[in-house]
């Protein structure tokens, strides 16, 4: 091979690998800077905050509507950490939560995210939407399940599990969680978001067996589309468990 | 592991780890707090969504002296990481 071809060719890969150095650090840079800039507008409101999350029932109003009534700023800035929280909390520090949530609107915001152009942005308002139990979304819900986004589609099922299951399948990431990615994502892109057919059948034939209950549950929720109301998916679950 | 050389360099009445964190696991951390002569007694408290019984054997077994499963109440939080501070100065 030519010496100049040779040099060329190794020029050209130092280019392209300084490039995604360069690339890879800017990425950084920019991801931290961020974070400190969300950090740095958060910094405010986390007293009043952790005050709510632990503050008794009657002393919670004035703390809630102080937060309600926070920048758009501050709230967008916040509210990953809000839906963070809404997963990890339980008892009057979550219903403090959802109450936050629905004085600022942020449900009724969410919900029209639900048809959003950004994928991202669908499956951020399914999943605030599922953290916080919004029954009127449910239909909306139910029809992300056939997006055209695999995290969109996982994200619009596990909003539709009920409580106790997103409870405890939360409680048991490492087995649950791989199971429901493990079929949902499965799934064949366009229509049906999940197993359907054989690959169903042969699903459930493995997970049924399962040793905990709620994998039965989640693996049998595949085949829920024709149960449109959330009651009746919760009693199809308590049949089946 | 920036909790880990803070609890190094400062004086710490205790620790609240997640098993889950970026880095270092929490267990790992509490074992590594437990093998310095400096941390070796500094309560540890777990919070985690694991709830198994082998979890949570698992994370006593590295040194921690409660543990808290995810959804967790805050106020239970608080009352628990009281509790670990009112034995350590007894």
Redesign the interface.
Known sequence: MPTGLLNGALLGLLAVVSALSLLIVGNRLVRRHRQRRRERIVAPVRGPL?QL??AEEDEQTELLHRLAEIDRRTWIALEPTLTALL????????TALVRLYELRGAAVDAVADLSSRSAARRGRAAQVLGQLRHRPAAPSLCRLLADHDPEVRLAAARAQLPAHIQ?RH?????VEQCQVDRVLTRGPERRHPVLHGRDLVTALGQFERHQIPDVRVVVGYQDMSHYSSCDSRDSWARERR | MAALRAARENTVDLALLDIRMPGMSGLDVCRELRAAARTATLPVIMITARSQEADVEVGFAAGADDYIIKPFSPRELSSRVTAVLNRVER
């Open positions: 952790l999350l632990c997963g990890k909390v339980a008892g009057g520090a979550r409870a939360a409680r048991h990431p490492d």
